[in-house]
């Protein structure tokens, strides 16, 4: 046995471990390299494809944001006339106005979002400021189709009979007390709020879009 020891070039064999070894550890650096490659990579395309986005919702929001401050407008108008009698008049033309808008159609660019969380690559982004206000932008965007729900609903079910209350073929209004009744009021009241928090929840996007824009500027640059 102590032959055999004595005979084992030791000094050979521990260069050929550290060879082993070192060889190992290379392939996993390489690997690791290849990968954060990658990764940095397809998190640039995903930044680059976000900001493209954003970019068409800006667009998007400021031409919705522009009608809802005018038909928003018109509806302070109605709260205040429909206590004036002699100005009952002009209500049903501002309520076709106010209707005539189509302001609550918004498509929001979310492929590359939905693509992001789908595949688990949202951990591609390393910014978890960027991760975050894309989180609650997107959860706006879902607020805004409450928010369009429950107008359509107010159009439908509450706006709209009061609007058939105007004959059209002669300009003249049926019963001028229905635009003096509570109901006619709350009706405005409910109306008013939904574009109030309409134009809150398009302000707060607009904001995080340009919030979104500088961060992922930020990002691209480093």
């Known amino acids: 046995m102590r032959k055999f020891f004595a005979s084992v070039h030791w000094g050979d064999k521990l260069v050929d471990i550290f060879v082993v070894v070192f060889s190992i550890t290379i392939a996993f650096w390489l690997n690791n390299w290849r990968e954060d490659r990658s990764n940095a990579r397809q998190e640039r395309a995903y930044l680059i494809n976000l ?3 954003l970019a068409k919702d800006s667009t998007d929001l400021a031409e919705r944001q522009k009608e809802v401050k005018i038909v928003f407008g018109q509806i302070l108008r109605l709260q205040e006339i429909s206590s004036i009698p002699e100005k009952v008049d002009s209500i049903p033309l501002l309520m076709y106005e106010a209707l005539n808008y189509d302001i609550f159609v918004f498509y929001p660019e979310d ?3 939905k693509t992001l969380q789908q595949s688990g690559d949202i951990g591609l982004v390393q910014s978890d400021t960027v991760r ?3 989180s609650h932008l997107y959860d706006n965007y879902q607020f805004i189709d409450l928010i369009k729900e429950t107008a359509y609903f107010y159009q439908t ?5 009061f609007y058939n209350n105007h004959d059209i073929r002669n300009g003249e209004i049926l019963d001028l007390d229905v635009f003096s009744s509570v109901e006619f009021f709350n009706m405005i009241i409910y109306y008013r709020n939904t ?3 309409y134009i809150n929840v ?4 607009l904001e995080k879009h340009r919030t ?3 961060l992922i500027q930020a990002e691209l640059e480093k």
């Open 202 to 205: 398009i302000n707060d996007s």
């Open 195 to 197: 574009f109030r928090n």
């Open 212 to 214: 979104l824009q500088q």
């Open 132 to 134: 975050q206000v894309l």
């Open 111 to 113: 492929y590359t979002y």
């Open 51 to 53: 900001s493209e986005d």
């Open 157 to 161: 079910n509450l706006v709209l009979p």
